[in-house]
């Protein structure tokens, strides 16, 4: 069965960077795109960047370019999302989402999710 | 304000029929784009409810249906249960932004 779990909650202060953990299991890393997912309280899910199964490329959403890297270590299976300059507006539970297979398009629909990680920005 | 609108929210008896609705415009949900819908109970992380306009995922009960027309798309769920409480969004890719976007979601209450 496939597995997706993320580290634990996180604390920030304006202007810190936080790193979000996500660990697969049940399948093939390399065989498929991650993708990252944001949900502010109250709000629906936005879209924030996919890394490619070889973990050599990225793509940003727009709103996040400058700010967020995505990046791959096949050898634990753990992929890792970073956000830097974080602001109260970043405060949201963030989520990893298993995309599509390799050959088969970056975007398409999320299955499975990770459990979320609550990151909490205050001063 | 989201990319995609639905309702904030519908309510039905258990045992209903309600339907989401999802409407984009010509630079996602009509221009082809495939659109896509979650489950998000309570507490918990979303979950495919159907994938590429109407296709279930092996484990989701046949009550649960989608179609695309023109710039919109609409959930449909059948023999409404206590269960089927918690929120649903659709999403699709919009070529103008060239980036996955989601619908605002909609509350679902069984009444």
């Known amino acids: 069965q496939v597995h997706l779990v993320q580290s634990g909650a996180e604390v920030k202060k304006p202007g810190a960077s936080v790193k979000v953990s996500c660990n697969s299991s049940?399948?093939?890393?390399?065989?498929?795109?991650m993708h990252w997912v944001r949900q502010a309280p109250g709000q629906g899910p936005e879209w924030m960047g996919v890394i490619n199964p070889s973990g050599s490329i990225t793509t940003y959403s727009q709103k996040f370019q400058g700010r967020i890297t995505l990046t791959r270590d096949t050898s634990t299976s753990t992929d890792y999302m970073e956000l830097s300059s974080l602001r109260s507006e970043d405060t949201a539970m963030y989520y990893c989402?298993?995309?599509?297979?390799?050959?088969?398009?970056?975007?398409?629909?999320?299955?499975?999710w990770g459990q979320g990680t609550l990151v909490t920005v205050s001063s | 304000q989201s990319v995609l609108t639905q309702p904030p929210s519908v309510s039905g008896a258990p045992g209903q029929r309600v339907t989401i609705s999802c409407t984009g415009s010509?630079?996602?949900?009509?221009?082809?784009?495939?659109v896509h819908w979650y489950q998000q109970l309570p507490g918990t992380a979303p979950k495919l409810l159907i994938y590429?306009?109407?296709n279930r995922p092996s484990a989701v009960p046949d009550r649960f249906s989608a179609s695309r027309s023109g710039t919109s798309a609409s959930l449909a769920i059948t023999g409404l249960q206590a269960e089927d409480e918690g929120d649903y969004y659709c999403?699709?890719?919009?070529?103008?932004?060239?980036?996955?976007?989601f619908g605002g979601g909609t509350k679902l209450t069984v009444l």
């Open positions: 010509s630079s996602n949900i009509g221009a082809a784009e495939d």
């Open positions: 049940g399948y093939t890393l390399t065989t498929y795109y």
């Open positions: 590429n306009n109407n």
């Open positions: 999403q699709s890719f919009d070529r103008s932004l060239s980036d996955l976007v």
């Open positions: 989402a298993r995309g599509s297979r390799r050959g088969a398009g970056i975007y398409n629909w999320f299955d499975p």
